[in-house]
């Protein structure tokens, strides 16, 4: 990325955490990000297949009396964020169509690891109730036991995995 | 007690809607410009190769544990109109592990890869099509998983309540383990790729460090106020600023 955008680590995490702030004192909620994206494929399937997700016990409440799941505080905060770090890609002049990826990797084995790795964060999004943003994040500012070790555990799986995969990062 | 502004009805649940956006807006800037929108960047952690994403984290965390604490001590936040995340000790361990095994793999979590499709990048599209692929599975086969994923049950509860503290130390506590631990990781990165370490110098250390302070003075006021006077007088114990509530159905995350 273009280096006279890039912000030190310290000034990046303070404006996410007054971005938290913000939302706690608005809302009394934190920010998250899995949620909404799950919601929409809740919809997705739903105008496909009806059948499918109202016979699912996980995603029929979801559309309990008639709601809409995309009217949803996360959903709104999900275009907000699409729009800021768009408009900061333009900014700083790195919008651009391309892969990004180690220099030992083809585009195409990057491609299949990004789906792989989707999967599992897809599904382990699900079984923890939330990622970085909503869990992590959130749960650690208010000192949720859950989420430290949810952090914990993410970090021991990340580099127990690592070996397996540097060909793709480094 | 004014906030939370849409629970003490200040603001109306439509505005609170639309001023998401805004939120999300500064939220997605703030990715982009910590450079999170690049998955090597997240990915290069796993070796201690850039370990920014981290320090980040920590930075963001005491920054809204210190304003959210801090507001409930002056009276300015009602924490008991907050919704607290419920803890299910087993399921969020598991699903840690597996997400962590998922993010060194894909160079995402959901955060990031949303923040970097929109800067243009191709891969975290794919990995977000993994994603709704990985929560269909999650929810269209829920009966295989259901009874795990609601198991462990352990309402509310905060590292103060098992730690057994105060919560302004636990808070102090929190804020030391943040500092210490982002200088250490820092530190590995410097030994394991000393051509990667580039010093902080000049404003921005001088910055970096006064903020530092404040982030200790502030804790530390935390830590020696007497708690209790902020807690309802009814509370069964003094570590407890929400009670403990039962949940019978499913809740989703975030």
């Keep these: 990325m273009n280096v006279r955008c890039k912000l030190p680590p310290v000034f990046a995490g303070i404006l996410i955490g007054l971005v938290m702030l913000i939302a706690f004192v608005i809302s009394g909620r934190g920010i998250g990000v899995s949620g909404a994206l799950t919601r929409m494929i809740a919809v997705a399937q739903n105008t496909i297949s009806p059948q499918i997700t109202q016979s699912s016990e996980y995603f029929s409440r979801y559309f309990a009396y008639g709601q809409n799941p995309l009217d949803n505080w996360l959903v709104y905060l999900f275009a907000g964020m699409v729009l800021g770090s768009f408009i900061a890609s333009l900014i700083c002049g790195d919008f651009k169509l391309e892969v990004l990826r180690g220099p030992n990797i083809s585009a195409a084995k990057r491609l299949l690891l990004a789906l792989l790795g989707g999967i599992l964060i897809g599904f382990a999004a699900r079984l923890a109730r939330g990622c970085t943003s909503g869990l992590a994040l959130v749960g650690g500012a208010e000192l949720a036991v859950g989420s430290w070790t949810f952090m914990l555990c993410v970090f021991a799986g990340g580099y127990a995995a690592a070996y397996f995969v540097r060909k793709q990062w480094l | 007690m004014i906030a939370p502004f849409v629970k ?247």
């Design chain 2, 8 to 254: 003490t009805e200040l603001i109306s649940e439509a505005m609170n809607l639309w001023l998401a956006i805004p939120i999300g807006f500064l939220f997605g800037f703030a990715l982009h410009h910590g450079g999170f929108t690049d998955s090597r960047k997240i990915a290069r952690v796993f070796y201690f190769r850039d370990v920014d994403v981290p320090i980040v984290m920590f930075t963001a965390i005491v920054t809204g544990m210190l304003g959210l604490w801090g507001l409930s001590l002056i009276g300015y936040m009602d924490t008991s109109l907050f919704y607290f995340l419920p803890t299910y000790l087993l399921p969020v361990a598991v699903g840690g592990l597996l997400f962590g095994v998922g993010m060194v793999v894909g160079g995402f979590c959901p955060g990031t890869a949303v923040a970097s499709v929109a800067t243009g990048k191709i891969d975290p599209l794919i990995f977000i099509i993994g994603f709704f692929i990985g929560s269909l599975v999650f929810g269209d086969f829920y009966p295989v998983w259901g009874d795990f994923y609601n198991s462990d049950y352990r309402g509310v509860w905060r590292l103060d309540q098992l730690f057994g503290l105060q919560l302004g130390v636990t808070v102090l506590l929190m804020v030391v383990i943040a500092i210490a631990g982002s200088m250490f990781l820092r530190l590995v990165q410097r030994i394991a790729w000393p051509d990667t370490f580039i010093p902080v110098k000049g404003a921005v250390l001088k910055v970096q460090v006064a903020l530092i302070v404040i982030a200790l003075v502030l804790a530390t006021v935390m830590a020696f106020f007497p708690t209790s006077s902020y807690l309802p007088a009814e509370d069964d114990s003094g570590w407890h600023i929400v009670p403990r509530v039962i949940i019978t159905t499913p809740v989703s995350g975030q």
